[in-house]
């Protein structure tokens, strides 16, 4: 088991920044990828953002592209996800995932943990 603790969400106007970060606990001697995810209300949980286990593979959404960064950090066994130029549409609970493998993936069945998640709200 893994546990995925989240912090670092809040609200911010647009144009402004945020760092997430989410801290793994449990079983972390294992390798896994890590993904964010989040979900506005009336919607359905989409991908962000994917890093492999060593970190040299990334995946983003197109609407992130450009503006999300995705890191690791597996000597603190946190993940973080950098936020920049935030726009209103960004609003969201943002979670943390964990699979089970090394490889990064962008699909939500794919991963076997999930963190309770971080409010962010973008808003003048």
């Known amino acids: 088991q893994v546990q995925l603790v989240e912090s670092g969400g809040g609200l911010v106007q647009p144009g402004g920044s945020l760092r997430l970060s989410c801290a793994a606990s449990g079983r972390t001697g294992s390798t896994y990828a890590m993904g964010w995810f989040r979900q506005a209300p009336r919607k359905e949980r989409e991908f962000v953002a994917a890093i492999s286990w060593i970190g040299l593979n990334t995946y983003y959404a197109d609407s992130v592209k450009g503006r999300f960064t995705i890191s690791r950090d597996n000597a603190k066994n946190t993940v973080y996800l950098q936020m920049n130029s935030l726009k209103p549409e960004d609003t969201a609970v943002y979670y943390c995932?964990?699979?089970?493998?090394?490889?990064?993936?962008?699909?939500?069945?794919?991963?076997?943990?999930w963190g309770q998640g971080t409010q962010v709200t973008v808003s003048s």
């Open positions: 995932a964990a699979t089970r493998s090394a490889i990064a993936t962008r699909y939500v069945d794919d991963y076997a943990y």
